[in-house]
Nanobody
């Protein structure tokens, strides 16, 4: 059973920064994809950023140049550094992993609220 434990959400003012972390219960190299999705009230869940076993991360157009996804292989953790946050970034953020059998695993979600 894969467990993904998220941390780092909270309330931030427009223009501010937050870093989300997702710790996996096993080696992140066991996943074909690992990253973050978000869901705002009344909207569908959407991809924010994800990285693959090899290659560069993939970002949604709305967060490119503002968000950075990185990995810590020793701690089996990925970090999402979010900068220049805007009210439209307000959502519940979910860590997602896809395993080698193409099964999806989700974290419990962490709330990010951007408001003055």
């Amino acid at each position: 059973q894969v467990q993904l434990v998220e941390s780092g959400g909270g309330l931030v003012q427009p223009g501010g920064s937050l870093t989300l972390s997702c710790a996996a219960s096993r080696s992140i190299f066991s996943f074909s994809a690992l990253g973050w999705y978000r869901q705002a009230p009344g909207k569908q869940r959407e991809l924010v950023a994800e990285l693959f076993r090899y290659g560069s991360p993939n970002y949604a157009d709305s967060v490119k140049a503002r968000f950075t996804l990185s990995r810590d292989n020793f701690k089996n953790t990925v970090h999402l550094q979010m900068g220049s946050l805007q009210p439209e970034d307000t959502a519940t953020y979910y860590c997602h992993a896809r395993d080698s059998d193409n099964n999806s695993h989700w974290g419990q979600g962490t709330q990010v609220t951007v408001s003055s």
